[in-house]
């Protein structure tokens, strides 16, 4: 028997909390219930679809599943779901289909990024080498459009134009910024493509396969991005946490890789001396340890950061993007759902405070 992540309650209650926090009051209770009986859906639904008769393919394709997540992407498609004809078996598919889709994009982030720790195992490619984590995420995306493609063109057109956007942005983030690009809104624009794109897809979905109002679309599909923007500036800054346990990665994962995050940005943008010593010291840590040095060097400076004026403004970017996301669901009926989502867009810019 494969074993199967913690179940859907445990897994909403982890570093969001959600189960407090986006389901606080009395009339979000039942709200609750239905979202946590669709993850369970969603989980079993997951377990069936990334088996492989292949040995090496089905270890590999369970590897990041089985080491857990949030599943913010399933919750956020049965929330909006409500707002139609609920958990649908096509709504149940969409999700489950955008989760794998997620999964298979955590692969080849860690083999680009040089990520040794995902969700608190090594990665994939520590295990297995780069050429299986590629293949594995590849093999991921294919499972999650022959889901989709079981749900006609919409679905199709769903799950390719967010694919989209995924590759522009990893591609984006690759080559970095040209002279005429602001780094700053090159780096939004970057999160909007990778994290954003995939987020507002499962709002959106929820709508799509529920046959919720198409007026309604659009609004959570803004909601999803925008939220998905002020999750990921708060992933910058969990980033560079000193608690590995918050993280399920080395502290300074990504900046010791030399992948550029919002707090770093932000420190290049201060004129200070203070500021600019300590922006030349994290780019000369960041080229040593590309030319072989331990990764330790950049412990003090990446703790420097961490208490840096440009963090806390990284927060407060984080907490802007957030009520950006609240004004989207103007549109949204009043009632537990629109609640649901504004207080999911609070959670996410409140995870390290």
Known sequence: ????????????????????????????????????????????????????????????????????????????????????????????????????????????????????????????????????????????????????????????????????????????????????????????QVLADKTGSLIAAAAEAGIVFSNGPERLEEPVRVFGEKAGVAFQLLDDVIDLSADADETGKVPGTDLRAGVPTMPYLLLGQRTDAASRELHARIDEGVARIADGAEPELLDDPLARLREHEATQATLDLAHQWSGDAIAALEPVPDGAVREALTRFAQAVADRSS
């Open 1 to 188: 028997m494969t074993p199967r992540p913690s179940a859907a309650g445990s897994q909403m209650a982890g570093k969001l909390g959600l189960t407090d926090r986006v389901f606080a009051g009395a009339r979000s209770r039942k709200l609750l219930a239905t979202v946590e009986s669709g993850l369970d859906r969603v989980e079993e639904t997951l377990a069936l679809e990334l088996r492989v008769a292949d040995a090496l393919a089905d270890a590999t394709s369970r590897y990041l599943y089985e080491a857990g997540g949030k599943r913010i992407r399933p919750m956020l498609a049965l929330l909006t779901a409500q707002l139609g004809d609920g958990a649908t078996r096509a709504v149940i598919d969409g999700a489950t289909a955008l989760e794998m889709t997620h999964l298979g994009s955590l692969y080849h982030d860690d083999v680009m990024d040089g990520a040794d720790v995902r969700r608190g195992v090594p990665s994939a490619q520590t295990v297995w080498g780069n050429n299986v984590a590629i293949l594995t995420g590849d093999l991921l995306f294919s499972r999650a459009s022959q889901i989709m493609s079981r749900h006609g063109e919409r679905a199709i057109r769903l799950q390719s134009d967010t694919f989209e956007r995924l590759v522009l942005g990893q591609m984006h983030e690759t080559v970095g910024p040209q002279e005429s690009d602001d780094p700053v809104a090159f780096y939004l």
